[in-house]
């Protein structure tokens, strides 16, 4: 199985660590957040992993040279420009074989089973899989009855989308993980539609979801933190 960590973050809300070290490299119990992901993608099965570079991409760069995690690792560079989610996927793709490739936030720490998502999406026949929950979030993603993405919410001042959105009664909505799957039939429908280099990708996946099968996972049990901010940095050591 093969697996991109998105780790080209500036990691704003981290400052002033940030400020001269990239947000993969944030320790949580004095490992840093990337080594924490490439390792449990291994634990999982993982064999491939494609890692995104922008801010102080030099650092991760020799960081990976430095270590020897026992799994094959690809560097896709975004040096030149911060590509966001959906850019940094199409930027990467030549680097991925044509079976699902699993997106993977470098900042999530949790103790979700990758194998299962995997599993679940391919057993689907989705184009994508997105691991989400019952979690409090300020964004939720909406879902009809089968699970098939309809929209987003912003919770807190009311916005949905797509323009126009009408929510249905067996509507259901959840906070996306940050974790998801990608298939090949996505990513070619990227290719066609996207004219940017740089866009979201919950941008792309809403206005693909009338063309592209887009489903959505609740696994059970499911425990997350984002390390994205201080207050939940401290957090995650515990955890």
């Known amino acids: 199985m093969q697996a991109m960590i998105l780790a080209a ?22 490992v840093p957040m990337l080594e924490r992901v490439i390792t449990r993608l291994k634990e999982q099965d993982f064999k491939r992993i494609i890692v995104n570079v922008h801010h102080f991409a030099d650092q991760v760069t020799d960081f990976l040279a430095a270590n020897d995690f026992g799994v094959e690792i690809a560097v896709s560079d975004e040096r030149e420009e911060l590509l966001d989610t ?3 996927i199409l930027n990467a793709s030549s ?9 993977h936030n470098v900042d999530i720490l949790s103790n979700a089973d990758l194998r299962q998502l995997m599993s679940k999406h391919i057993e689907s026949g989705a184009d994508s899989t997105l691991l989400v929950s019952h979690r409090e979030s300020s964004r939720k993603l909406i879902f009809d009855e089968k699970y098939r993405l309809r929209g987003w919410h912003n919770v807190k001042e009311g ?12 509507d259901k909505e959840y906070a996306f993980s940050g974790i998801h799957v990608v298939g090949s039939r996505l990513i070619e429908e990227m290719k066609r539609s996207e ?6 990708i919950i941008d792309f996946l809403l206005s693909a979801k009338d063309k592209c099968n887009i489903g959505g996972y609740v696994q059970n049990g499911l425990e997350l933190i984002d390390i994205g901010k201080p207050e939940t ?3 995650a050591d515990s955890f």
């Open 9 to 30: 973050g500036l990691g704003t809300r981290l400052r002033p660590w940030t400020l001269s070290h990239p947000k993969a490299l944030v320790p949580v119990g004095g």
């Open 159 to 170: 916005i949905y989308r797509p323009d126009g959105f009408v929510r249905q009664y067996a």
């Open 233 to 235: 940095l401290k957090l």
């Open 86 to 88: 959906g850019g940094a």
């Open 195 to 200: 004219s940017e280099r740089k866009f979201s």
């Open 95 to 103: 680097l991925f074989s044509s079976e699902p490739v699993l997106i």
